[in-house]
Nanobody, 125 residues
Framework: RVQLVESGGGSVQAGGSLRLSCAAS????????MAWFRQAPGKEREGVAA????????FYVDSVKGRFTISRDNAKNTLYLQMNSLKPEDTGMYYC??????????????????WGQGTQVTVSS
């Protein structure tokens, strides 16, 4: 299994930027898809972005396209989420997740076997 530890959350004003990191340890070779999810108070967890660890293909929910960028550094076993032009509706707990199946149906949280503990992002207007 893979252990995931997120960092980089914080409080920013609307229009600001943050970069989240997710350090992975353990048996990482079999991961096929890694993703960021978020959950706002009173709402369901939603997929934000995903990356195919083999091909490098990326996927985004419509609400963050053009503002967020998912990337990975295989040498450091680290996943990133660069978030620009943040909006108050981006507020929530952000989680890193790893799947052993490819990114097909990536927004389905049930496909992910390993999760981090989350990092809080708060965007004020």
């Amino acid at each position: 299994r893979v252990q995931l530890v997120e960092s980089g959350g914080g409080s920013v004003q609307a229009g600001g930027s943050l970069r989240l990191s997710c350090a992975a340890s353990g048996y990482t070779d079999s991961r096929a898809c890694m993703a960021w999810f978020r959950q706002a108070p009173g709402k369901e967890r939603e997929g934000v972005a995903a990356i195919d660890t083999g091909a490098g293909s990326t996927f985004y929910v419509d609400s963050v396209k053009g503002r967020f960028t998912i990337s990975r550094d295989n040498a450091k076993n680290t996943l990133y989420l660069q978030m620009n032009s943040l909006k108050p509706e981006d507020t929530g707990m952000y989680y890193c997740a790893a799947s052993y199946t490819y990114c097909r149906d990536w927004m389905n949280s049930n496909r992910y076997a390993d999760w981090g503990q989350g990092t809080q992002v708060t965007v004020s207007s």
